[in-house]
């Protein structure tokens, strides 16, 4: 059976709610090898608020390690497509704790890959190299500790440990794979290459109503929970994780898969939950986004099928983070899905853009046709947050730059920086 740990910070130091975790499994001495490079793994998805594991774990998490002797410590990550790893760390101050407590930063969107295959999928994809080498190649060497946050998500119920390996692959490679038929398969495949040897949720704040919540509406996406949720089985430390936010296995289809592959425990009945029982969490926090959309916005979905892991969910979630956090402008027309009613599409003022090949497939050169004059943007994959952003920004009148809390200098100079060691991330032209 294996154990799961909760462990409830609010009456006691972050420290303190750490050291509760790893003496559940005897202590952190019992749990961590003492050679090697501990391999610290956050969301750090983006740096806007509450995105990203909270900066107040991180740092605890280094200073207990410090403090506990380890002294090679790694901070690794590979943000979302159209951002950086190298930006993200400075805004989110995740650089500045790694040269406090020496730790180094590990940008997986910069230097060489490698390609592996697999579990699944007949076509390699790329990883970076340092992954590959220290972690597949040489991971008897060195420990993997994975620390998410505690978020619901509109395209995927849940993203926790398990989903936290989607940073592996390089940003081309994420794209095409974010259907509902694939993109499940994508995330149990991930965790089947590369397991975390140990997890610890963030759960200072749960973020309700999707991944990546407007600033402008964290008031209606955070629930304060002060919770570390820990365990040596990534997958029955998100079985639990799922069970807080009020989603069984059966509802959250990577973690079902990863069960039935025989990659960990999912079975509840079989988990020993240690600390706080989980009869305290009796709400079910949605997943779903707040739908807060421009009302000049015109929205076109297809009537066959408009996947909310792809086209669907990528593009409502950035409408809404642009129409919240930077009041863009209205007066276009968004298109995604299969089965496009050409009726919808009549006597339409304003500029469109078409997302995902079924409807860039269906419509577009049609509405170039009808509408000459009109600008006609199209995104072809299911998943190219960049270049979806990108328009919908130019559509609402928002330059990428305007979106970056950053001195533009620092930020060229960052993302110059980036680009000298060879950056794999896809970044917006006015970014970039």
């Given at each position: 059976?294996q154990?799961?740990?909760?462990?409830?910070?609010?009456?006691?130091?972050?420290?303190?709610?750490?050291?509760?975790?790893?003496?559940?499994?005897?202590g952190?001495?019992q749990?961590?090898?003492?050679?090697?490079?501990?391999?610290?793994?956050?969301?750090?998805?983006?740096?806007?608020?509450?995105?990203?594991?909270?900066?107040?774990?991180?740092?605890?998490?280094?200073?207990?390690?410090?403090?506990h002797?380890?002294?090679?410590?790694?901070?690794?990550?590979n943000?979302?497509?159209?951002?950086?790893?190298?930006?993200v760390?400075?805004?989110?101050?995740?650089?500045?704790?790694?040269?406090?407590?020496?730790?180094?930063?590990?940008?997986?969107?910069?230097?060489?890959?490698?390609g592996?295959?697999?579990?699944?999928?007949?076509?390699?994809?790329?990883?970076p190299?340092?992954?590959?080498?220290?972690?597949?190649?040489?991971?008897?060497?060195?420990?993997?500790?994975?620390?998410?946050?505690?978020?619901?998500?509109?395209?995927?119920?849940?993203?926790l440990?398990?989903?936290?390996?989607?940073?592996?692959?390089?940003?081309?490679?994420?794209?095409?794979?974010?259907?509902?038929?694939t993109?499940?398969?994508r995330?149990?495949?991930?965790?089947?290459?590369?397991?975390?040897?140990?997890?610890?949720?963030?759960?200072?704040?749960?973020?309700?109503?999707?991944?990546?919540?407007a600033?402008?509406?964290?008031?209606?996406?955070?629930?304060?929970?002060?919770?570390?949720?820990?365990?040596?089985?990534?997958?029955?430390?998100?079985?639990?994780?799922?069970?807080?936010?009020?989603?069984?296995?059966?509802?959250?289809?990577?973690?079902?898969?990863a069960?039935?592959?025989?990659?960990?425990?999912?079975?509840?009945?079989?988990?020993?939950v240690?600390?706080?029982?989980?009869?305290?969490?009796?709400?079910?926090?949605?997943?779903?986004?707040?739908?807060?959309?421009?009302?000049?916005?015109?929205?076109?979905?297809?009537?066959?099928?408009?996947?909310?892991?792809?086209?669907?969910?990528?593009s409502?979630?950035?409408?809404?983070?642009?129409?919240?956090?930077?009041?863009?402008?209205?007066?276009?027309?968004?298109?995604?899905?299969?089965?496009?009613?050409?009726?919808?599409?009549?006597?339409?003022?304003?500029?469109?853009?078409?997302?995902?090949?079924?409807?860039?497939?269906?419509v577009?050169?049609?509405?170039?046709?009808?509408?000459?004059?009109?600008?006609?943007?199209?995104?072809?994959?299911?998943?190219?947050?960049?270049?979806?952003?990108?328009?919908?920004?130019?559509?609402?009148?928002?330059?990428?730059?305007?979106?970056?809390?950053?001195?533009?200098?620092?930020?060229?100079?960052?993302?110059?920086?980036?680009?000298?060691?060879?950056?794999?991330a896809?970044?917006?032209?006015?970014?970039?």
């Open positions: 059976m154990k799961v740990v909760i462990a409830d910070v609010s009456q006691q130091t972050l420290a303190e709610g750490i050291e509760e975790v790893f003496a559940a499994f005897g952190v001495k749990v961590i090898p003492p050679e090697g490079t501990v391999f610290i793994k956050p969301n750090g998805v983006h740096f806007s608020p509450q995105t990203h594991t909270d900066p107040r774990v991180l740092e605890a998490l280094l200073a207990f390690l410090r403090d002797g380890y002294g090679r410590l790694a901070v690794m990550e943000c979302t497509n159209g951002n950086l790893t190298r930006l760390f400075k805004i989110t101050g995740y650089a500045a704790l790694c040269r406090r407590y020496g730790a180094e930063a590990v940008y997986l969107d910069e230097g060489p890959t490698v592996v295959t697999l579990r699944g999928e007949e076509e390699p994809v790329q990883i190299r340092r992954l590959y080498d220290d972690l597949i190649a040489q991971r008897e060497g060195h420990f993997y500790l994975s620390l998410p946050k505690l978020k619901t998500h509109c395209m995927t119920t849940v993203t440990g398990v989903k936290n390996q989607q940073a592996f692959p390089v940003h081309a490679e994420r794209m095409a794979r974010h259907t509902h038929s993109l499940h398969r995330l149990a495949a991930l965790y089947d290459l590369i397991r975390p040897d140990f997890c610890l949720i963030e759960g200072l704040n749960a973020v309700i109503h999707g991944h990546f919540p600033t402008a509406l964290l008031e209606e996406c955070l629930v304060p929970m002060n919770l570390l949720i820990g365990g040596h089985d990534t997958l029955a430390v998100d079985v639990v994780g799922a069970r807080v936010l009020g989603y069984s296995v059966a509802e959250v289809e990577h973690l079902r898969l069960g039935e592959w025989g990659l960990g425990e999912s079975d509840l009945n079989h988990i020993e240690v600390g706080v029982p989980l009869s305290r969490f009796t709400e079910r926090y949605p997943s779903t986004l707040l739908r807060r959309f421009h009302p000049d916005v015109r929205i076109v979905e297809g009537k066959v099928q408009a996947c909310i892991e792809g086209c669907k969910g990528n409502e979630c950035i409408l809404e983070m642009l129409t919240n956090d930077y009041h863009g402008r209205g007066g276009w027309t968004l298109i995604f899905g299969q089965g496009i009613d050409k009726g919808e599409l009549e006597d339409l003022e304003g500029d469109f853009l078409v997302v995902g090949p079924c409807a860039v497939g269906e577009a050169d049609w509405l170039k046709a009808k509408y000459p004059r009109r600008r006609v943007y199209t995104v072809n994959e299911h998943n190219d947050l960049m270049l979806n952003t990108t328009y919908q920004a130019r559509l609402m009148g928002i330059t990428p730059v305007m979106m970056v809390p950053m001195n533009p200098v620092l930020s060229a100079l960052t993302l110059a920086q980036a680009r000298l060691r060879g950056l794999t896809r970044v917006p032209p006015l970014l970039g």
